[in-house]
């Protein structure tokens, strides 16, 4: 049913050099043209494929050679020069990751010239690195620091500065930059540039006056900066992190007059662990509840429930869209696009605002809940809003831009105060002397603390369509969605392939409507025979692809529902989320959420009966009725890629 | 009037039949003719000294994707310090190093010739366009090139925009595409992956005049001249402390006193050979020979009269390179920030031993692990000022106080 | 009908593109020819040439901040590039330089008040054998000495005028009589 699809328009941007790919050649077309060849590192020898890099070749013969501006999710740059290594009959030292074996050679990888060489390299970054790692974020998870320990750096050769170079940019809501620590490494670049294909930061000018930097050295929050924090998760040093708002929180906690509620989203919960060294995919969901509290959280809510709720926003919102358009003959914007990535929607709002209205009017979990809280909760227990500080804990570092987002203020106040990032939150358990995988588990706090397995692969890419077609294809269906997919798991959605393509024919319709939607669509006569189709999409690049291609009025312009997520893996590749970050590391990541799922007792969001009691009691006229449009749903902002 | 004076010596192009050199190419099968083209043993004349013929016979030999084209490139970014022979080529011999490009275009299969003029010498862009024209109106540029059916192959300036990089062959082709001049990962080299991704041959212009010459006279005539390694006749770029600056043209293999004595530099006391990348040799060293096998050089001769400071020209040069390294790698983006405050230490007279080791293993480091040439030899003039003139150099005092003498 | 600035700048920019293409490696002679006219790569033109070639912003700015001769900051309409590197340095081009401060009022990399000059550096400009030499726009000047400066800018204000944007019409000067040896 589903299918791996090339949009029509390729926009490979990369410098030449820089396309080189981190994959030998598939190992049978090597071997089809007589490309398999041994090479020796260090006196192993190892046999790959013709174009591997010697970097490649000398993991898999177990030898480590150390680099710095490499980064698995990139293409090659060669530019830091740490990974040289000495390659028999060539004069100079080669970049490792960057020289492909073409032929049988020898390779020694520390030898006095290469040792030197490293060590040089980063006698020359120390130089002009400003900042003392014991006031930096990244001091004990810093390539740079790394790398000085590894090569035994004990005094500065070449000097160091003892003054700040550079004013921080403090301009943006989630990203920082702090550039007297960069060192030029182009990760944030090609990550920027090459993977996301925003575009916000660039080499500007030239020699030893070359600055990372944006158009015009604007500050960041006055470019086209979607917020994403990819940058964020690769930068090898402190010169970019996000914009951390702990201190406000412990603010919060420790004003006795002040009700703190938190919320979690799942993504945190899979990665959390890997500050506290544990293997990536290491689920924390529930000692983290013990820690939150021992902070002093006074209510640790599950982010999943309002993603439930999103759910059966959104899958409502799509109804009545095909209702409208298939029926009463509106003109809809199809197709409709997921709105809960705040970077993805920034971006949206920036390249292509002609499509605000495909855009879903559904806010993002984390801003639904904010809203909930401080009305509907707030009632329930008695308190004034105004002394509830609602926190959420998110894999995402547009979050912050998103609570500061001037239409997130239906309760009154603002419905989310704090976004804090996974390893935010991660630090300020450590100031609180918790060693997370010590903590004894315990369950999330009521109302909220109800979710289903729907709400918890949201973190995954793919996981919030499959969690909308759990619903719609069920609600439409009228028999267990289990009967169109085993166990309800959608496969052709999940995975990290860019771009997923899936068409679901409807052969069968529920004669009545259930309760939930019947305010909202009369019968479901009219999607019989029909085909749904739905897209999938990761990471900017691959939403502009898609998003070309419907302008174009190709494959994707015929869909009805595209799942966008800013971040490459979804949320569990967030700009919020333990660094380092790697297709190995997201993959496990999700898998815990998946794993999540899999044991779940309830996995459709419209069975949540959490959140049926919510419709129940509060948003009394159902799922996009009035109500829910005043609190639950936003508007968007045509921003345009002009800068100034 | 666009700057015409230049040639101290007669040049041998000046003898070329223009035309010639292409009439005979063309007569030959291409693997004949980069067979001639290789017993000529002709090495590029930009600096590198790379066997012409080898690099044309790699291009000649790679793919070229569907519905693309090979390139040449005549590299016209003469940027290194000293040297202008190209700027007197290009003036009065344009005519035989488009016919080198042609040639060259011939042996490869290319359909598309770029000439990359620096920006420095846009005054001669109008007059390069008029040529070319030229050539279109008689035939030698378009479509079947000297009748041959099939042999379609035209030429096209592009400015360079200021930057002693872009010389680099990687660099340049990276202007080219619309990027910042920062060198590639080598491999793979232009001849397999250059231009928009297709083979591309990148030859300096003497390069390209010489093989027109070549064609003209034969590769014999050309093997005799010169030495065994280092074949042909040579233009060199000599300017600085000497009565006669200018270009001249002198067999490879010539000593450098020989040239001081043609130049009028007798007295010199250091000579730059190869620009600000190549060496600084003192008079102990003018018996040396200027080949690509003893002092190898792209032409570029600067003389150093009795009273020169070297300190000073080390300084110049060092500064030179900080301004032109593109920036991309650590070492030479860094390594020569840290050479050129040396130097400066140097002159104040705070430059200890010790730290001058340290600099000199830089030096090293630069030369062993930067990207690309600019930065593998620009500790090139600071370790032989250093090595050379040390007894200058070392111990100076620094400014002195108000109120000392 | 009035035509304002953007719009002039929109309309050049549709004619560079149509002369040199609309690809990534049009880039740079779209740059150059719009230096060229304004003396100068705006904001403006920056953003419409990226929108135009489908490439970011920030790229362009990249580029530009790249290379000697293109600039996102006015500079005069006669740029003076004089060059530094070794040979010229000794033949004498500090005195040059010294008399062009003089003369202009700036110092090198400001432009005068009346944004008629740019006082630059170059390096080598190949010109190292009738040194000390100087770039002024498209013209090179050779064996310049101090006491030449004066009538060097005379030429620019006199001969270029009003019609500096033409400078293709313009017979290029060689180098004052009475040079070096």
Redesign the interface.
Known sequence: MSSPVSPSVDTSRAPTSQTVKNDPLPSDVAERIGGSITVQIDGRDVKVPMGTTLLEAAKRVGVRIPTLCHHPDLCVAGVCRVCVVEVEGQRGLQASCAYPVTSSMKVWTHTRKVRQARRHIIDLLLSTHHGECYSCKRNNNCELQALARECGVDHYRFGHVTESQCPIDRSSHAVVRDMDKCILCRRCVRTCIDMQEVGVLEAIGRSSQTRISTYLDLPLADVVCINCGQCINRCPTGALHANDSSDDVWRAIDDPTKHVVIQTAPSPRAAIGECFGCEPGTSMTYPMNTALRTVGFDKVFDTNFSADLTIVEEGTELLRRLHSALVLQQPVAFPQFTSCSPGWVKFLEHFYPEYIPNLSTAKSPQQMFGAVIKTYYAKQHGLDPKDIVTVALMPCSAKKFECNRPEMADSGFKDVDFGLTTREMAQMFKEAAIHLPDMPGSDFDDPFGTSTGSGVIFGATGGVMESALRMVLELVSGSPVEKLFEHANIVPVRGFEGVRYLEIPITQVSPKVPALLARVIPSFEFLKGATLKVAVAHGTANARRVMEDIKAGGKFSECHFIEFMGCIGGCIGGGGQPIPTSPEIRAARARALYQEDAVAVVRKSHENPAVLKLYEQFFTDGPGGHLSHGLLHTSYVARGKHIG | MIPRDGKRTPLTFESITPGAGLTAALKLSRADLIAELAASKLRGRGGAGFPTATKWNLAAAARVQEGQHKYVVCNADEGEPGTFKDRVLLLDHADLVFEGMTIAARAIGARKGILYLRAEYIYMRRLLEAELIQRREAGLLGSAIGGLEGFDFDIAIRMGAGAYVCGEETALIESLEGNRGEPRNRPPFPVDTGFLRQPTVVNNVETLAAVAAIFAKGAAWFRAIGSEQSTGFKLFSVSGDCERPGVYEFPFAITIADLLSQVGGTNAKAVQVGGASGTCLPASEFGRRLAFEDAATGGSIIVFGPGRDMLLVAKNFMEFFVEESCGQCTPCRMGNVKLLEGIEMLERGECSSAYLSELFGLCETMQLASKCGLGQSSPNAFLSIMHGFRNEIMGRSPVPMRGER | MLVNRQQRMQDLIQQLIERHGR???????I??DLQREDSVVS?FA??VVA?EL??????V???V??????D?EPRGRFVI?LC????C??AGKARVARQLENELGITFGQSTADGRFSLEW??????????PAL?VN???Y?RVTADQVHAILDECRQVFGAHAAHA?RV?????VAGG??
């Open positions: 690809t990534r490696s049009a880039l740079i002679p740059l150059q904001d920056m953003q929108d489908g490439i970011h912003p920030a790229e700015y990249g580029v901040s790249f290379y000697s001769f293109l996102h590039r530094r590197t070794i040979s340095e000794m170059a390096s080598c400009i190949g010109m190292c054998d009738q040194a770039l498209e013209r090179v050779a293709e017979a290029v000067a060689v180098a070096a040896s």
